[in-house]
């Protein structure tokens, strides 16, 4: 059986505002993750940062947390750093990457290590490319006008010219996933897999939320939401995209309920409550497995959402879907868990993800 590595470490709560403490706390951990030996010199590298609002951490992507990892993979000699996200159809991205600073971190990184090309984008900006189903996939979906299950930006398959005219890298080398530890009013959870939402176009973003049901339009009526279609459609995304080189889950604070935007119930209304901290941040390579030690993660707390407590990890639809299409790890025992310390929290999330 195949051995997943997940890495953990914990930033201890009266640290949490030390950015030197955290910034080693970040560098052990991708230390533990392996590093980032993947990346050879003359690669391109796209960070996909979580920017749904233009509310900020934990909501979104910190953007202290991304200036860490660039600065850690500046010293690949990469020949190109992406930043990029696409926030929800009814937002303006640019916006949003204005209002949490984003922009600005990245502005200033970027000036720090000139000439390397380090470039925040909006995935709007750039050439589209149609993914088909696969096997038994279109029963699950409401298929678009085009008769694709959805679209995605070129630059993750093959050369797109727009990039070519800006004299950047026409396509990326390697994606890494920077996301929070959130529940979802919606999908139940949002993490790294749910992340690669943020690559879809307005149209099938809009039909992957808004249309649960494939008979929606001939009921007449809305019906009960169902996660399970929803889980199971975030899962088909990544059989048809490429997979992470690695993912960071950026768990300090948690949202455990309500999410993405805040930890109120009705979105997308502000938080009425402090979210709680852990001070966790994971890594891996494994998607999969990643996802599901961040749910581990949420199950730790006391607050988090019936759903969230009533499902074993494994029996989820997210995970189930996953394990039919061969994307990660597919039971418990599959995972290790590697740390730099002991801690009680650490030994909790791996009971729950028995």
Known sequence: MREIEVALVRVPENKR?????VREKF?????IAGGLSFVKPGDSVLIKASVNSGRPYPATTDPKIVTMLIDLLVKKNPSAIFVGDKSAFFRNTKRTFRRTGMESAVRTVAKTYAPLPIKLICFDDYVWRERYPKGDMARQWEMTPGNYLFRMPKMLYENDPYLRQQKLPPKVDHIIVLANVKTHVLSGFTLAMKSYVGFMDDESRYLLHTLPHRNFFRLGRIKPFD?????????????LTPPPKLVILDGRQLIVTGGPDSNNRIQPLPS????????????????VAMDAAGVALLKTQKQVTKWIRRHSIWEMPIFK?????GLGATQADQICLNTDSEDELFVQMAWYLQ
């Open 321 to 325: 879907r996953a394990r039919e299409l």
């Open 227 to 239: 996660i399970q279609r929803l889980q199971e459609r975030i899962a088909e995304i990544h059989a």
């Open 27 to 31: 560098n052990t951990l991708i230390d």
């Open 17 to 21: 505002d030390n950015e030197t403490a």
């Open 272 to 287: 009425f409550r402090k979210n709680p901290y852990a001070g966790i941040m994971l890594a891996g390579s494994d998607v």
